[in-house]
C-alpha cells in the first residue's frame, strides 16, 4: 500500500471508483453496518443485509440495487467477487474490503460469509397485486418468527406463489434472521405489508377463492378444489391463529388432519403443506424453471 493509500486507510473516504479498505471496528461505516442488525437502523437506512456471493450476485441479476458490497480479504481475487465488486461500483455502491473480524462483527457471526450486501428494501404495494389465472397468494397474520417468516418466503418461492402479504404488526422480512432462512428467496418473492383493515378492503375486491387454515375449521384441507381461480392462503398467528375478522373473510376455512398429541403443527410446516396441496396440479418434476 502507498502511502497515498494509508489516508484513506480507516478513514471512510472513498477512493472513487476503488476499494475502501476497513479493519477497524470503530469506523463510522463499520457502525452503520452493524447497527442494520437492528430495525429501527434498517428502517432509517432504507437497507438490509444479505449473505453469500450467490445471494448477492442472484441480487443484482435480479435488478435489486447494492448499496455496498463488503468481503473479508479471503475473497480477494476471487474472479467472481471481484466480479461483483465491479458491478457494485459500476451501479453506484460502495465496495468496502475488511478483515474477517469486521464481517462476523456486521453479520454476528462467528464463521461469517466472505461476502455480504446491503440492499435497498423493496415492497410491493397491496394495491399492485390483482392476483389471476391459478395464481397463489400467502397472507400471514402478524407472524412474529424470523425463522418461520423466512422459511415460509422460500417455501411460496419454491412452489411457484406469486407473493406475500404481510397483515398487521409482523417480524421483519429484512432482518438478517429472515433473510438468511430465505435462503436467497427473499429477492425473488415479492412482500406487500397491510393493516388489517387494508387488507379486508382489498380482500373485498378480489373474486379468487380466500382459504384461511384453522384449528377449528370443518374442511379437510385436500377436499377443496383450487385449481382454475387465485388463491390466496391465509395462515395464523403463532400463539393466537386466526382472529374472527380474518377468519370471517375467507371462502374456506381448511384443517390439516392431526393425530398424536401435538396441538397443532408449526406454523411454516402447515403453510408447506398447504402451498404443496395447494399447487398440487402445477408442480411436476422435470418442469422446473
Ligand atoms: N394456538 C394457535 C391456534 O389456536 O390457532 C395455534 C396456531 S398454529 C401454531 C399457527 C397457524 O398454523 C394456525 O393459525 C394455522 O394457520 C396453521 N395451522 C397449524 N396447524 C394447523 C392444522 N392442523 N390445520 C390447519 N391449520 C393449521
Sequence with gaps: MTRHDDRYRDSGLARPGKVKEVTSLTNP??????ALAMKKFRDQQGAFIAEGLKLVIDALDLGWTIKTLVYSKAGKGNSLVE?????????????????EKVIAAITRRDNPQMVVGVFEQKLLSLSAIKPHGNEVYVALDRVRDPGNLGTIIR??????????????????????????ATMGSVFAMPVARATEAEFL???????????????????DYRTIDYDGKPVVLMMGNEQQGLPDNLASACGKLARIPQQGRADS??????TGVMLFEIRRNSLQLGSET
Aim: charged fraction near 20%; glycine fraction near 12%; proline fraction near 1%.
Design 201 to 219: 378492503s382489498w380482500r373485498k375486491g378480489f373474486s379468487g377463492l380466500v382459504v384461511g387454515t384453522h384449528l377449528k375449521g370443518a374442511v
Design 29 to 34: 461505516i463499520v457502525k452503520d453496518l452493524r
Design 265 to 270: 403443527l408449526n406454523l411454516a410446516i402447515a
Design 155 to 180: 417455501t411460496a418461492d419454491a412452489v411457484g406463489a406469486k407473493g406475500i402479504i404481510l397483515i398487521g404488526e409482523t417480524t421483519d422480512p429484512f432482518s438478517l434472521e429472515t433473510v438468511r
Design 83 to 99: 466480479q461483483v465488486a465491479a458491478r457494485t461500483i459500476a451501479k453506484g455502491g460502495d465496495v468496502l474490503e475488511v478483515s
